[in-house]
């Protein structure tokens, strides 16, 4: 790849869905936080490359920030299979022997019909790879964010898991001619 990237990347909205629950793809953004909203958008590069995950809450909070972004299906949040749409409670009571297991391992687990963490990264690899040179804003997932300083640290899949991504958090890593760079994790803007 040729020149350097400055790589913003934004957490999407807070899920308008019930807490604990694994979202699928067309959960919606809770965009109530404006003042949030609209001070991590006075942070974000003009005339920027924009991009997004393709599910409805990025979309809406990409939107929300006045970006037009295009979409990359790499960027999308770990596949969580069968468990989709069922809260983690209720996983823990009923869902036995696999459920326990995946937390044993969580980034190398799958759940049944699923990714790994491990499966995310390679995933948000190939979708980074699809980033020019340049300035680019990002709106993504936890996962996607956790992905992309992974490989940005060369870290371990397991060890990324560790940070924290808040929702409208903003975390700023460039790709350089010599390696990655990582300027900010976690930023909330007011």
């Not at 983690?88 to 459920?99: K, P, V």
Request: proline share 5%; net charge negative.
């Amino acid at each position: 790849m040729e020149g350097e990237t400055f790589l913003w990347l934004i957490r999407h909205a807070p899920v308008d869905g019930i807490k604990g629950t694994i979202h699928a793809a067309d959960a919606p953004a809770d965009l109530g936080d404006r003042a949030q909203l609209e001070a991590l958008r006075r942070r974000l590069p003009g005339n920027a490359a924009s991009y997004a995950s393709p599910s409805r809450r990025t979309v809406e909070t990409a939107r929300a920030l006045g970006l037009d972004p295009e979409l990359i299906g790499e960027f999308r949040e770990q596949d969580f299979g069968d468990w989709t749409g069922h809260r983690h409670d209720e996983l823990a009571a009923t869902g036995g022997e696999t459920y326990a297991q995946f937390w044993n391992d969580p980034a190398g687990g799958r759940a049944p019909g699923g990714e790994s963490f491990a499966d995310q990264v390679a995933r948000v690899r190939l979708g980074l790879a699809r980033i020019g040179a340049g300035s680019a804003t990002l709106v993504v997932h936890s996962g996607t964010i956790r992905a992309a300083l992974c490989i940005a640290l060369d870290l371990t899949p397991q060890a990324a898991l560790r940070f924290v991504i808040d929702p409208l958090s903003l975390t700023r890593i460039d790709r350089l001619a010599g390696g990655w760079r990582v300027v900010s994790v976690n930023q909330r803007i007011s």
